[in-house]
């Protein structure tokens, strides 16, 4: 019987070391509020995320509104202590321009080497923000993420520069001049007024969908190596010989093969659109 006992003993001690541990986190909401001059065209907001998803909308107004959901977690209670203690991000204004970024456990701002920093392999937390931010109409947008998010943009009137690793990026009645580049994750673009100077749409392992307004006048340059152009737009020519338009019709678009280096004009042409995709379709539609 003592034998039977100690084997029963060993086999409960054997399964409780199988069972997972459930992950701990600790979740904050933080509030924050910037005055600005909402008629200044030069006015910009900057947000370097790492995990966690973007949304930016314009509204008629003079401040910059911030909601931050944080979140802090690990299967180990005592590495979220660390987290919470650790962990820190901030905010800074410098006249109408302001800038959100992480600062520990390593800067996330561009050109801070934040990457190769030999402590981070020795970070045993994950930490997220998820940004809902509402800006004046005409302001300037510098927005990223790498992981865990999309980024979402409407009814911002200024330039964007918007970047996303493993997600999407959706800009919705834009007018400014756009820069809009993912990996892994689908570009889609609308413009309420056609963007006024050279505008930059890349992905790798997705589509791209850019719908503008009638009167376009640009010349388009594409790059896929396994993909499609697509286009609604009546006004189309190639710029070399090398782009073939074909027959096949889908949604009442004209298909063209490309292939690297093609390009074609759209009106009387001028600005330059750069379109590149890895795998996936480009489709050039009238709003």
Not at 33 to 46: E, P
Not at 49 to 70: A, H, M, P, Q, T
Not at 79 to 89: L, Q
Not at 105 to 132: A, C, G, H, T
């Amino acid at each position: 019987m003592k034998t039977c006992f100690n084997l029963l003993a060993a086999g409960i001690l054997s399964l409780c070391a199988c069972i997972s541990v459930p992950a701990q986190e600790v979740k904050e909401h933080i509030s924050k509020q910037f005055s600005v001059n909402g008629k200044n065209n030069d006015a910009v907001l900057a947000i370097y995320n790492v995990f966690g998803s973007i949304k930016v909308e314009g509204y008629d107004g003079d401040k910059v509104l911030l909601e931050i959901d944080k979140n802090i977690s690990s299967k180990y209670p005592d590495e979220v202590a660390k987290g919470k203690e650790e962990f820190r991000f901030e905010m800074e204004q410098q006249g109408d321009s302001i800038i959100v970024y992480i600062a520990a456990p390593y800067d996330s701002r561009p050109n801070r080497n934040w990457d190769r920093n030999d402590e981070r392999k020795n970070i045993r937390y994950k930490y997220q923000l998820d940004f809902v931010v509402k800006v004046p109409h005409q302001m300037r947008l510098r927005v990223s993420t790498i992981n865990n998010g999309n980024v979402k943009v409407k009814d911002v009137y200024g330039t964007l520069w918007v970047s996303n690793v493993n997600g999407a990026i959706d800009v919705e009645n834009a007018k400014g001049t756009t820069k809009a580049t993912t990996v892994n994750g689908a570009v889609n673009v609308s413009y309420l007024v056609n963007p006024p100077a050279a505008s930059v749409y890349h992905t790798i392992n997705g589509d791209i969908t850019v719908k503008y307004q009638n009167g376009l006048n640009a010349d388009l340059y594409f790059k896929s190596m396994n993909g499609k152009y697509y286009t609604d737009f009546d006004n189309v020519e190639p710029t070399n010989n090398t782009l073939e338009k074909n027959t096949e019709k889908k949604s009442n678009s004209t298909v063209y093969k490309i292939s690297k280096g093609n390009a074609v004009r759209i009106g009387t042409g001028g600005k330059q659109f750069n379109f590149e995709t890895l795998n996936g379709n480009v489709y050039i539609k009238k709003s």
